[in-house]
């Protein structure tokens, strides 16, 4: 359903879906901080404990997330999107009862996780494959603009407010500011006015497993996503989401001393590289094209993550907010642009496959990586860890050099399948 409206500020449904996306984000930000910092500072975890426990929640984009993909492509997107957020309502709402309760325990974390990822994966490939759908192809680059800068509000607000909720209240009363937003964004999905279209009929006798071998040959066999995906899915295994994830917080608390509240804060100043990425993104494309903004900003994430080692407790703050900024600049440019790409190149009847390709390629790698860094902290120390979080962020750059990313100029206007050739413009 293609809107007529000249602006999607002017587009109801598509504002309850920023807004909730924004109290979604705003809620995951804080449980990213405080989930581990319940971990660490009310149950004593080690380091190795912290990464598997980040490595859990997203596991399920290793062993679900491709027959997810066609799962999601069967059904419709909205009701998907509100199960999920109410079952991780659900879920979350858990640590703080058993924390009232005085039965908290770190194994109970793992579980909450585990099914907060398998949720999660399911709402972000409903959720990706639901806005073409909802604002129509010709406003996706603008759609997936301010909804990267949804998520920027939530992660400028989400860490400073979790590490001052658990400062001031305790890790576990975060952690339910978390569960209240997923019911808050499922409530916000729920008012949404506009008739879904009905998914594409599937053929007679198709099978999961050939959805499935379609989607990984729609991503893997493509000129444009097979790179895309590569850059994104090493980026993951060693950035701030796989072994960065790992040991941050924990080289934050322990190496650099810094109290939760000022990490929070840190975390959030930094996380405006990803507004100011949000908001240039456009200028950058219009002035050089997509494919350099898309190499650039894969190119600029490695030297800004080679700064993390480089902090000190005296230099703790600018250091790491010059780094996170860095990083969040990159991010935002890099993510806008990809996701505006494979959703206008992809048919729609495939667009949840799709994404779940790219989801178990990107997000698969986390767990991997959560559980290498938390691995390698002990023998290695979270300092060295980071350098090697820097190291293999820059070769993660390497596929989209390449001419065929680097030298597309527009995303082009409909499906490209992977024997055509792609027109540089």
């Given amino acids: 359903m293609t809107s007529t409206v000249p602006t999607l500020w002017r587009h109801p449904d598509f504002l309850r879906l920023w807004a909730a996306q924004a109290v979604s984000v705003l809620g995951s930000q804080i449980t990213e901080l405080a989930l581990p910092l319940a971990a660490i ?9 912290v990464g598997l426990l980040a490595a859990t929640q997203y596991v399920p984009f290793l062993v679900i997330g491709l027959p997810a993909g066609a799962w999601v492509d069967r059904l419709p997107r909205r009701p998907v999107m509100v199960v999920a957020d109410l079952v991780r309502f659900a879920a979350l709402l858990v640590v703080p009862l058993a924390s009232l309760g005085g039965v908290l325990r770190l194994w109970m974390l793992y579980p ?3 099914v907060v990822g398998v949720m999660t994966v399911f709402f972000d490939l409903a959720a990706q494959s639901f806005l073409p759908t909802l604002i129509g192809e010709d406003q ?14 939530g992660q400028l607000a989400g860490p400073g407010a979790g590490g001052l909720l658990v400062q001031w209240l305790t890790a576990p009363v975060a952690v339910l500011a978390n569960s209240i937003g997923f019911a808050l964004s499922a409530l916000l999905l729920l008012l949404l006015r506009g008739r879904e279209a009905p998914s594409p009929p599937r053929a007679a006798g198709s099978r999961l ?15 444009l996503l097979r790179p895309i995906a590569l850059t994104a899915g090493l980026g993951n295994l060693f950035g701030l989401f796989g072994m ?3 040991v941050l917080v924990l080289y934050g608390v322990r190496d650099l001393r810094l109290s939760p509240a000022v990490l929070g804060v840190v975390l959030a100043v930094a996380n405006a590289g990803i507004l100011a990425g949000s908001l240039l993104n456009a200028r950058l494309t219009r002035l ?6 898309l190499a650039g900003s894969a190119a600029l994430m490695g030297p800004a993550l080679l700064l993390l080692p480089l902090a000190t407790p005296g230099t703790a703050v600018p250091v790491l907010g010059l780094a996170m900024g860095l990083a969040g600049f990159s991010a935002a440019v890099f993510n806008v642009n990809q996701v505006s790409l494979r959703q206008s190149v992809t048919p729609a009847a495939m667009r949840g496959r ?4 790219f989801r178990f390629v990107n997000w698969g790698a986390v767990p991997v990586g959560t559980f290498l860094g938390g691995a390698l902290a002990g023998p290695l ?24 990313v680097r030298s597309l100029r527009e995303i082009p206007a409909g499906p490209v399948h992977h024997d055509q050739e792609v027109a540089h413009v």
Avoid at 354 to 357: F, G, S
Avoid at 383 to 402: D, H, K
Wanted: hydrophobic share 40%; aromatic share 2%; no cysteine.
């Fill in 244 to 246: 960065g994830q790992a």
């Fill in 112 to 114: 909450t996780a585990l």
């Fill in 381 to 404: 120390g979270l300092r060295n860890v980071l350098w090697l979080v820097g190291a293999g962020s820059l070769l993660s750059a390497l596929p989209v050099l390449g001419r065929t």
């Fill in 41 to 49: 500072t009310v149950l004593g975890a080690t380091p190795f404990q």
């Fill in 140 to 153: 996706l680059v603008d759609g997936n603009t301010k909804l990267q800068m949804s998520s920027t509000a």
């Fill in 288 to 293: 050089r094209g997509v494919g350099p903004a």
């Fill in 209 to 223: 497993t050939t959805e499935i071998r379609e989607g990984l040959r729609s991503v893997l066999g493509h000129p």
């Fill in 354 to 357: 799709m994404t779940a390709t």
